[in-house]
């Protein structure tokens, strides 16, 4: 194709966007021949400079985002009053097809064998019986697979809440746990119906990872106890847990060690070995069978009914506990939202067919806590892990969840006097397992290397949650990132959000690689902090356009950041992993020339979880384009 043919194509572009109906503003700027002759002679190839011809003006096309920090305004907030059936109608109908149906029984069967052993282990943990969190996979997964925004998303208790439970149940009893639950559910729906879910994730990465790191500890701490055969502690707390084990030291089972650290050891190695095998309930198989054979004499599971419970409405609670009950119904709604979303996110990469809908899937989770609490169970999110496990695993439809579900409550129905054989030592082993998993400690390092600040944030989130409050330390760990955030701000316009602005550059690409590549550059400024999420969703949004990469559509992306003035962990976190996704299918990303561009370029590579993101500082064009 000659330059000539490639300046009319560049021309019809603007039409051509148009007609897409693209997200953003259109910019449309003319160049005329002898700026466009000008650019290519700088940097063209001898090869193509021979076959330069006077070219007639020419438009160059970009995407530009205002600096508002808002939720996207062309994103639509859709309200769902109906509570989505409408939409979800045609996944229904493909439900009652017969096609894919050997694939989605698989699926869900495989997620099933996971999802008992941890939901008995996460019951345990939550201070109830363990029989109530194979209530709320039950529950939660029939009620998720037909409401939820993820079509193979899993619903179920997670270990995270398992603690936020603990400490309801602690202070405001089974009654407390039960509008705990419900209001939160309640919220989810509201929040979803109304189209608003979405701002949960105004929620910075350090205080995320602090929840989890919190949790992970107490979890750890709460298992103790069980892992060594000792009684509970008189009183709960992480210090309580701490002095009782000291004064009873010389009480230590030896047997429940065993069978707690042989859990462990399969639950950590056989992934490395066998990814096919699911390592929880092998684990859990062999330790009770080791346990039952060997006639160790450790505890046992008790208490698992062959059906569900019947439905219950506890009593108005205490005017005094209103307060607590509000707080935490808040917490769990916060961080149930959240780790649903995630899941979605985390999925929509696997199927890449259809995306998750932010909006239905606090939807399907608020009915899904509904449900679970009028049950007596415990709340309830979409599983990372099991969701994934699902898609990953062929499901097709949300048969899937369905299916998921029915298994376990026939594990309930069919297995229970096998479940019964089942040692306390291993679901703490279980739980221990899952908690080592909760927090990786090279993002840890990361933080603190990108930014002190906030990895001292992080760290005092961390303590409070384990040692104080769970409430206490979210609000101040939150607060004290605004606080940093606007700290960072000073000597820029404190209100100036985040911006973008991407631009073709067709004629570059010709130039230098002799082929129709897309290239395009992408122009950031403004304030790159947590409050910039959902213009990183533009940013995504738009390089992913049909005007750009779309559809695993390879080329060059050049990333300008010289006009960025900050940045703190969760915006680097943000726009790494989007530009990482862009590498990881194909697209040559590298950065701008310039040492502060340079600079945050590095941050960017630093944040990047993948690796992929080295590519772009050790980027370098072909020699025709060197000046």
Same mark, same amino acid.
């Given at each position: 194709?000659?330059?000539?043919?490639?300046?009319h194509?560049?021309?019809?572009?603007?039409l051509?966007?148009?007609?897409?109906g693209?997200n953003?503003?259109?910019?449309?700027?003319?160049?005329?021949?002898? &700026?466009?002759?000008?650019?290519?002679?700088?940097?063209?190839s001898?090869?193509?400079l021979?076959?330069?011809?006077p070219?007639?003006?020419?438009?160059a096309?970009g995407?530009?985002?205002?600096?508002?920090?808002?939720?996207?305004?062309?994103?639509?907030?859709?309200?769902?009053?109906?509570?989505?059936v409408v939409?979800?109608?045609p996944?229904?109908?493909e439900?009652l097809?017969?096609?894919g149906l050997?694939?989605?029984?698989?699926?869900?069967?495989?997620?099933?064998?996971?999802a008992?052993?941890?939901?008995?282990?996460?019951?345990?943990?939550?201070?109830?019986?363990a029989?109530?969190?194979?209530?709320? %996979?039950?529950v939660?997964?029939?009620?998720?697979?037909?409401?939820?925004g993820?079509?193979?998303?899993?619903?179920?208790p997670t270990?995270?809440?398992a603690?936020?439970?603990?400490?309801?149940?602690?202070? &405001?009893? *089974?009654?407390?746990?039960?509008?705990?639950t419900?209001?939160?559910? @309640?919220?989810?729906?509201?929040?979803g119906?109304?189209g608003?879910?979405h701002?949960?994730?105004?929620?910075?990465?350090?205080?995320?990872?602090?929840? /989890?790191?919190?949790? @992970?500890?107490?979890?750890?701490?709460?298992?103790?106890?069980?892992?060594?055969g000792?009684?509970?502690?008189?009183?709960?707390?992480?210090?309580?847990?701490?002095?009782?084990?000291?004064?009873?030291?010389?009480?230590?089972?030896p047997e429940?060690?065993?069978?707690?650290?042989?859990?462990?050891?399969?639950?950590q190695?056989l992934?490395?070995?066998?990814?096919?095998?699911?390592?929880?309930?092998?684990?859990?198989?062999?330790? %009770?069978a080791?346990?039952?054979?060997?006639?160790?004499?450790?505890?046992?599971v008790?208490?698992?009914?062959t059906?569900l419970?019947?439905?219950h409405?506890p009593?108005?609670?205490?005017?005094?506990?209103?307060?607590f009950?509000?707080?935490?119904?808040?917490?769990?709604?916060?961080?149930?939202s959240l780790?649903?979303?995630?899941?979605?996110?985390?999925?929509?990469?696997?199927?890449?067919?259809?995306?998750h809908?932010?909006s239905?899937?606090?939807?399907g989770?608020?009915?899904?806590?509904?449900?679970?609490? *009028?049950?007596?169970?415990v709340? @309830?999110?979409?599983?990372?892990?099991?969701?994934?496990?699902?898609?990953?695993?062929?499901?097709?439809?949300?048969?899937?969840g369905l299916?998921?579900?029915?298994?376990v #409550?026939?594990?309930?129905?069919?297995?229970?006097?096998?479940?019964?054989?089942?040692?306390i030592?291993?679901?703490?082993?279980?739980?221990?397992?899952v908690?080592?998993?909760?927090?990786?400690?090279?993002?840890i390092?990361?933080?603190f290397?990108l930014?002190?600040?906030?990895?001292?944030?992080?760290?005092?989130?961390?303590?409070?949650?384990?040692?104080?409050?769970?409430?206490?330390g979210i609000?101040?760990?939150? @607060?004290?990132?605004?606080?940093?955030?606007?700290?960072?701000?000073?000597?820029?316009?404190?209100?100036?959000?985040?911006?973008?602005?991407?631009?073709?550059?067709?004629?570059?690409?010709?130039?230098? #690689?002799?082929?129709?590549?897309?290239?395009?550059?992408?122009?950031?400024s403004?304030?790159l902090?947590?409050m910039a999420?959902f213009r990183?969703?533009?940013?995504?949004?738009?390089?992913?356009?049909?005007?750009?990469?779309?559809?695993?559509?390879?080329?060059?992306?050049e990333?300008?950041?010289?006009k960025?003035?900050?940045?703190?962990?969760?915006g680097?976190?943000?726009?790494?992993?989007?530009?990482?996704?862009l590498?990881?299918?194909?697209?040559?990303?590298?950065f701008?020339?310039?040492?502060?561009?340079?600079?945050?370029? &590095?941050?960017?590579v630093?944040?990047?979880?993948?690796?992929r993101l080295?590519?772009?500082?050790?980027?370098?064009?072909?020699? /025709?384009?060197?000046?």
């Open positions: 194709m000659s330059l000539s043919r490639l300046a194509r560049v021309a019809d572009l603007p051509k966007a148009s007609r897409l693209l953003g503003s259109i910019r449309i700027s003319s160049i005329h021949t002898r &700026a466009l002759r000008h650019n290519i002679l700088k940097a063209a001898p090869a193509v021979s076959a330069v011809k070219l007639r003006p020419v438009a096309i995407l530009i985002r205002n600096n508002s920090n808002a939720a996207s305004k062309d994103s639509g907030i859709k309200q769902k009053y109906d509570l989505g939409s979800l109608l996944e229904w109908k439900m097809d017969p096609k050997k694939d989605d029984i698989v699926a869900g069967s495989t997620v099933a064998a996971v008992v052993p941890l939901s008995l282990a996460i019951g345990l943990a939550s201070g109830m019986n029989v109530d969190g194979l209530n709320t %996979a039950i939660s997964g029939v009620i998720c697979a037909f409401f939820g993820s079509k193979l998303g899993i619903s179920g270990a995270a809440m603690a936020v439970v603990y400490n309801v149940i602690a202070h &405001a009893g *089974l009654a407390g746990l039960f509008y705990v419900f209001i939160a559910g @309640a919220l989810q729906t509201l929040t119906i109304l608003i879910g701002l949960i994730r105004f929620m910075p990465t350090p205080i995320i990872s602090a929840f /989890a790191a919190g949790i @992970a500890g107490l979890i750890a701490f709460g298992q103790i106890t069980r892992a060594t000792l009684p509970a502690p008189p009183t709960p707390g992480v210090l309580s847990v701490l002095e009782h084990l000291t004064t009873n030291l010389s009480s230590v089972i429940c060690l065993l069978i707690t650290a042989i859990t462990m050891g399969i639950n190695f992934p490395k070995l066998s990814k096919k095998i699911p390592a929880t309930l092998t684990a859990v198989a062999v330790s %009770a080791l346990a039952f054979f060997g006639k160790l004499g450790v505890p046992l008790t208490n698992i009914p059906s419970p019947p439905l409405f009593g108005l609670p205490d005017v005094s506990q209103m307060g009950i509000m707080n935490s119904a808040g917490l769990v709604f916060a961080f149930a780790e649903s979303l995630l899941s979605g996110v985390a999925v929509d990469k696997i199927i890449k067919s259809k995306q809908d932010p239905q899937e606090l939807i989770q608020g009915l899904g806590n509904m449900a679970t609490a *009028l049950v007596g169970a709340p @309830a999110a979409g599983v990372i892990v099991r969701s994934t496990l699902n898609a990953s695993s062929g499901a097709k439809t949300r048969r899937s299916v998921q579900s029915a298994v #409550y026939g594990s309930i129905a069919g297995l229970n006097d096998l479940l019964h054989m089942i040692p030592p291993t679901l703490a082993g279980v739980l221990l397992s908690a080592s998993k909760m927090v990786n400690p090279k993002d390092v990361t933080m290397k930014s002190p600040v906030e990895g001292m944030i992080w760290l005092g989130t961390m303590l409070t949650i384990v040692l104080q409050d769970m409430m206490i609000q101040y760990g939150f @607060a004290a990132e605004l606080f940093y955030a606007f700290y960072q701000r000073r000597g820029t316009p404190l209100f100036r959000g985040f911006s973008h602005r991407v631009t073709l550059d067709p004629l570059w690409v010709y130039a230098h #690689y002799g082929s129709d590549v897309k290239s395009a550059v992408l122009e950031v403004g304030n902090d947590f999420v990183l969703d533009d940013l995504k949004q738009d390089l992913l356009s049909p005007l750009y990469f779309a559809n695993g559509q390879k080329g060059v992306l990333v300008d950041l010289r960025l003035n900050t940045a703190d962990f969760s680097l976190d943000g726009l790494a992993g989007i530009l990482s996704d590498i990881g299918q194909g697209v040559d990303v590298h701008t020339k310039n040492p502060k561009s340079e600079k945050f370029g &590095a941050k960017l630093a944040a990047d979880k993948t690796g080295k590519k772009a500082l050790d980027f370098v064009p072909p020699e /025709a384009v060197k000046k």
